[in-house]
């Protein structure tokens, strides 16, 4: 019994100036595949000029994407496929990403390459060269901030590709501009896609357009290579960000009794002051808060409150590392965290006193155990401890990111300029609320009796990316 093919449709994710034209030009050579050139551009069908195809008019194609990629499947003699790039129709997207049996051909091209070839294009309306006598040339000005927008699309596109293989644990073939005419590259392809027939020859017809070097075709190549200079390829000023992602923590959001509020509690913030502060708005003790919400629920909250507004909070990372040492670390109550607390002391050496801190453990012996517990939290957020990242001292940034899954704050409030920022919501709402309580500070002294510049260092080198995002300097009190 013949083995079944390990495909039955594929996918070319190319861009424009890409080589896509050539690649389809060879796969349609080949007995038994048919690439159907950009099937789902939302201005065509397949082609320049053309509505319908597969007797699947362009109208029925953008109502059910579905229709068209039916016809292809069942009219078809052999394996069909078609070219998708970035800006075509989402919705076919995820249906072949989530398909195993659809093939993923990935094509690249060094993207100044092809940001030049597709302004010459543009410039001379020549997108397609069968004989040289015919080329037509033309010098281009490389505009950076244009380029800066493309590169940005075109590596989302790309970023976003690749995580949705990797996730669903498929692989994709990758090929390059410059290797699209090496027919044993384009026959290897074919095995890829469990074709049994092979090319003898790469298809001579479409012929490179431009294959002068950069030098000749751009009018500012110097500028250009300053450009170029200055940004960063290999994104060298990165943060890598090894921490854990974090769900939307839908039922840990607070709404107001009866006003438009949705407020997005971030752990180890002001979340206390800020929740008597939003009951007390409705005339109300904390008890009438709403809470527990779950996605349908916020939902239905969200359309019954018409003009409310979602906020979130943040902290200055070093503030929130020290509530969270007190509260969590430092203590042995209720509120402690024991087993990390003992795994702290026995594998990771902080110099945290065995029991509750007594008489003798003074502002250099807190100290020494809040920097032990800064430097823990370096390699805990990076991914280098098998202790949990606890929403007690996970990255603020992290944190909202994982909640943008669900609901976007339309607000960060800042919590040392808390009491202005909850006035303007107020007024939002048409209310005039009393300023917020004062945080209730813990610890056996204030973060300003033991705050020096090595524990500042300490907590930017943990929260890098917080001090990043949010714009935070140095603790000031």
């Not at 595949?33 to 551009?41: I, K, L, R, T």
């Not at 229709?67 to 997207?93: K, Q």
């Not at 909070?313 to 209720?334: E, K």
């Not at 370096?378 to 603020?396: F, I, P």
């Amino acid at each position: 019994m013949p083995a079944q093919p390990p495909f039955d449709s594929f996918v070319i994710f190319a861009e424009m100036r890409t080589g896509s034209n050539f690649l389809e030009e060879n796969l349609n050579a080949v007995p038994g595949v048919h690439c159907y050139g950009e099937a789902f551009n939302p201005h065509f069908v397949g082609h320049k000029d053309k509505a319908a195809m597969l007797g699947v008019s362009q109208q029925d194609r953008d109502r059910d994407p579905d229709c068209l990629l039916a016809a292809m499947r069942r009219e078809t003699d052999g394996l069909p496929g078609f070219r998708f790039f970035h800006d075509h129709d989402a919705r076919v997207l995820d249906r072949v990403l989530a398909d195993r049996r659809c093939a993923k051909i990935v094509l690249t091209r060094n993207p100044v390459d092809s940001y030049i070839s597709r302004k010459i294009a543009g410039e001379t309306g020549q997108w397609r060269l069968t004989d040289m006598k015919h080329a037509r040339r033309a010098a281009v000005d490389f505009d950076a901030g244009e380029f800066a927008a493309f590169l940005d699309r075109i590596q989302g596109f790309q970023l976003n590709l690749l995580r949705a293989l990797q996730t669903s644990g498929q692989t994709a073939f990758y090929i390059g501009y410059d290797d699209i005419n090496e027919l044993a590259v384009l026959n290897g392809l074919l095995a890829f896609l469990g074709v049994g027939a092979r090319l003898d020859a790469v298809s001579a017809r479409l012929k490179k357009q431009n294959p002068e070097p950069l030098s000749q075709k751009v009018t500012n190549f110097e500028e250009m290579q300053h450009a170029l200079a200055e940004m960063d390829r290999f994104d060298l000023s990165r943060t890598p960000n090894f921490e854990p992602r974090r769900g939307p923590a839908v039922p840990g959001h607070v709404a107001a009794p009866d006003s438009g509020l949705l407020y997005l509690p971030v752990k180890g913030g002001p979340v206390e002051t800020v929740e008597s502060w939003l009951a007390a708005l409705d005339g109300a003790d904390t008890g009438a808060l709403r809470r527990g919400f779950t996605q349908k629920t916020l939902r239905q909250w969200q359309r019954s409150h018409p003009g409310h507004r979602c906020f979130s909070v943040v902290t200055h990372p070093l503030t929130r590392a020290y509530r969270a040492f007190c509260r969590h670390i430092l203590p042995t109550g209720p509120d402690g965290f024991p087993r990390i607390r003992e795994t702290l002391r026995g594998s990771y050496k902080l110099p945290l006193p065995q029991q509750a801190p007594g008489p003798d453990y003074d502002a250099a012996a807190h100290r020494a155990a809040f920097l032990g517990f800064l430097r823990f939290l370096k390699g805990n957020l990076g991914g280098q401890t098998a202790l949990r990242v606890d929403g007690s001292w996970a990255s603020q940034s992290a944190i909202l990111q994982g909640m943008a899954q669900v609901v976007l704050p339309d607000m960060i409030l800042r919590e040392e300029r808390l009491a202005e920022e909850l006035a303007f919501l107020a007024a939002e709402m048409g209310k005039a609320a009393a300023a917020p309580a004062p945080c209730a500070e813990p610890g056996p002294m204030p973060l300003a009796d033991i705050y020096d510049e090595e524990i500042e260092d300490a907590a930017h080198e943990a929260y890098r990316r917080d001090y990043l995002a949010f714009g935070y300097r140095a603790w000031r009190g």
